[in-house]
C-alpha cells in the first residue's frame, strides 16, 4: 500500500511556474516508477510525465516538453513537477500515482497502482 499526497497547486497567471510535490508514504518508495496527470475540466485525465525508480529516465508529452520538468528524491519519498510558462490550458487538477513495475515508463493511468487526491493549477490569461 503507498499513500500519495499532492501539494504546491494554485493560481498563476499565464506564464508563471509552479512546483508540485507528491509525498509518498507505505512501501519503499524506490519500488515504484512515478507519473502525473492531469484531468482539465470537463476533459479525461491525461498522461503528463513520468519518471523511472532512479530518476534516470523520463518522459513527456509533447504539449508540455521544454516546459515542465519531473524529478524525484527518493530519500525524502518525493515527486516533483516543476512547471513553467505555463498556459491556461494547463488548468488541471493534477495527480501523482506509482507503478509496481519500477522499469516501466508508461503513459496509461491504467498501469498505475496507486494515486493522490489531486491538487488544482488554474492558470489565468
Known amino acids: 500500500q503507498v499513500v500519495l499526497v499532492e501539494s504546491g497547486g494554485g493560481l498563476v497567471q499565464a506564464g508563471g511556474s509552479l512546483r508540485l510535490s507528491c509525498a509518498a508514504s507505505?512501501?519503499?518508495?524506490?519500488?515504484?516508477?512515478m507519473g502525473w496527470f492531469r484531468q482539465p475540466p470537463g476533459k479525461e485525465r491525461e498522461f503528463v510525465a513520468t519518471?523511472?525508480?532512479?530518476?534516470?529516465?523520463?518522459y513527456y508529452t509533447d504539449s508540455v516538453k521544454g516546459r515542465f520538468t519531473i524529478s524525484r528524491d527518493n530519500a525524502k519519498r518525493t515527486v516533483y513537477l516543476q512547471m513553467n510558462s505555463l498556459k491556461p490550458e494547463d488548468t488541471a487538477v493534477y495527480y501523482c500515482?506509482?507503478?509496481?513495475?519500477?522499469?516501466?515508463?508508461?503513459?496509461?493511468?491504467?498501469?498505475?497502482?496507486?494515486w493522490g487526491q489531486g491538487t488544482q493549477v488554474t492558470v489565468s490569461s
Open positions: 500515482a506509482a507503478d509496481w513495475n519500477r522499469g516501466r515508463l508508461s503513459t496509461g493511468w491504467k498501469e498505475y497502482d496507486y
Open positions: 519518471i523511472s525508480w532512479s530518476g534516470g529516465n523520463t
Open positions: 507505505g512501501r519503499t518508495f524506490s519500488d515504484y516508477a
